[in-house]
């Protein structure tokens, strides 16, 4: 894999003829790629709970009712029990993966404890699962054209209606996806 072919900090968009329900009409958060394979979270599947349903699952006193609210995302298939927190500004969190400068996916209950206190990241993104691919996975995917990728926005990730990402991550290429066919193949 080139430097350049690296989607790490991009945004992975399905395109519309994507078969595989749990990635259809989705865009990911790039948050890791390498040659040994690429974790994503998707970003635009809002579940049935909110961010007060976690916290008193893990019995963590919130302070700052306004975030009972907040959307928990499904970020993917795989481990679907565990949280992932995707912020901004990065911060100094006990388990952190940088992603980019101002990016970063957390897994440790601190970060649950100041968003609770109101202390937390400014912008936040809560899911539960996230999407994985192995090595060489991601990259057949996308020569069989299931998925275009873009530079990743704060503005997709956080202030967009979730119903809104897919369409708006394409548009940021000048793509209008409701244009593009739902039939695969090549030229």
Not at 59 to 76: F, L, Q, S, T, W
Not at 94 to 109: E, H, I, K, M, N
Request: proline share 5%.
């Amino acid at each position: 894999m080139t430097e350049t072919s690296n989607l790490t900090d991009q945004l992975l968009i399905a395109m519309p003829a994507m078969g595989d329900p749990n990635f259809a009409h989705t865009v990911t958060y790039m948050c890791q790629h390498s040659t040994d394979g690429a974790l994503g979270i998707i970003v635009n599947r809002p579940i049935d709970m909110k961010l007060g349903d976690i916290m008193k699952q893990m019995e963590i006193e919130v302070i700052d009712e306004k975030i009972d609210n907040v959307p928990v995302y499904a970020g993917g298939p795989v481990q679907t029990e565990r949280g992932f927190i995707l912020h901004n500004p990065v911060g100094q969190w006990d388990s952190s993966l940088p992603v980019s400068d101002d990016l970063a996916l957390t897994t440790s209950r601190d970060i649950l404890a100041a968003i609770a206190k109101g202390e937390g990241p400014e912008n936040v993104l809560i899911a539960l699962g996230y999407a994985g691919w192995s090595a060489g996975q991601l990259e057949s995917e996308i020569v069989a054209n299931a998925w275009l990728n873009s530079p990743a926005q704060k503005s997709i990730l956080f202030d967009l209606p979730s119903d809104q990402r897919w369409k708006a991550a394409a548009e940021e290429m000048g793509i209008d996806i409701d244009q593009l066919s739902y039939q695969v193949g090549h030229a």
